[in-house]
Nanobody
Framework: QVQLVESGGGLVQLGGSLRLSCAASGFTFSLYAMGWYRQAPGKERERVALINARSGRTNYADSVKGRFTISRDNAKNMVYLQMNSLKPEDTAVYYC????????WGQGTQVTVSS
């Protein structure tokens, strides 16, 4: 059974930092691209960052380039999102995503940035 469990969300002030973690289980983690998405109230879910399975190549939404960094540890079945210089518009529920079959999702973790 595939499981993706996010942690690390919370309340942070403008300009602050948070590090999200996602623990994956139930599939061969090292074979699949992983990503982070977010959904703000009243908005569509949007992709934030993706990381390739083997090469570690990354891709970011324009809105987070230079501020967020996605990384993975294939030995630990973990994917991370380091978020710096946070802005109120980064407030959303952040979801871990595994690019396998039709896609697998975590339950989400709330990130709130206050001004």
């Amino acid at each position: 059974q595939v499981q993706l469990v996010e942690s690390g969300g919370g309340l942070v002030q403008l300009g602050g930092s948070l590090r999200l973690s996602c623990a994956a289980s139930g599939f061969t983690f090292s074979l699949y691209a992983m990503g982070w998405y977010r959904q703000a109230p009243g908005k569509e879910r949007e992709r934030v960052a993706l990381i390739n399975a083997r090469s570690g190549r990354t891709n970011y939404a324009d809105s987070v380039k230079g501020r967020f960094t996605i990384s993975r540890d294939n030995a630990k079945n973990m994917v991370y999102l380091q978020m710096n210089s946070l802005k109120p518009e980064d407030t959303a529920v952040y979801y871990c995503y595994a690019d396998r079959d039709r896609g697998s999702w975590g339950q989400g973790t709330q990130v709130t940035v206050s001004s």
